[in-house]
């Protein structure tokens, strides 16, 4: 899913085109109660016969709607229109949010109109905002494909996640993360991604259990690598002590090059890493045989665990070369 098509993504409110989760008591736009069976209400006590166990016999589209949402009053006529014409491939379902919360909080929506695609009792794909007939005709024809749309839906979920960590909201991205090894428990990319994720919050463990998940022939993908080597940096500033401590060391003697390697890791460790880079920069300038090179080798490892594109890696690269061969 797009940022806009995420229904993990943004907050309650109104945004060009969308507006955010709020459920009703009325059907959008006049829509009748009950009107089909292709195309019914629900509540939370009904979800799990109207939508859990009848997705596992087709696809059911949830729509997640308020009576005072103005784009939800544009998409519902659109939805019903379209999964009629489909004729059978999908079915329709209509919670009213603002009577029946639960549901949408438990799938983490955060804005409306929100529509979740189910198969096999699982939501599988998803998107927010009044698409148009065309686009919503798109949609289903993915989601009823024979095999689910499965594939292009867990591309569209794990670049939903990849979204919510670069805007920081690490939480929403782990749930992406298990929603997609729901469905595809050996999945490296959202393996990878849900132990990134973990480290970020702080549980190691649980993220080295995921890691244990990664099968031996993907032990070197690419993030599977990194998170290891944020669970080694982790332990070993596990083991460190108080960085003020180790400034007053480095105050009082300059070339106390093991406060000042020590000092690195907390501050990696912190997320200030170009500070962290130069630190061990300087140590290499002062002495290069420090520990048998050992700031050089700690450097690399801090490249391995920011990722090449990192801007800190970028620079701190930069400058180790200029260090190197100049």
Known sequence: MSRTDNPFGSGYGTTAGTTTVSYGSAAPNGASQGSGELVKDTTTAAFSADVIAESKRQPVLVDFWAPWCGPCKQLTPVLEKV????????????????????????????????????ADGKPVDGFMGALPESKVNEFIDRIASPDGGRDEAVQSALDAAAQAVDAGAIEQAGQIYRAVLDEVPDHIAALAGLANVLIELGDIEQARAILDRVPADKSQDAAVRTAEAKIALADQVAKLGDPAALEARLQANPKDHRARFDLAMILNAKGQRHEAADLLLAIMKADRAWNDDGARKQLLQFF????????ASVTARRKLSSLLFS
């Open 83 to 118: 999964v009629r014409a489909a004729g059978g491939r999908v079915k329709l379902v209509k919670m009213n949010i603002d009577d029946h919360p639960a549901i949408a909080g438990q799938l983490g929506i955060q804005s409306i109109p929100a529509v979740i695609a189910f």
């Open 304 to 311: 391995d665990a920011w990722g090449p594109g990192d801007e």
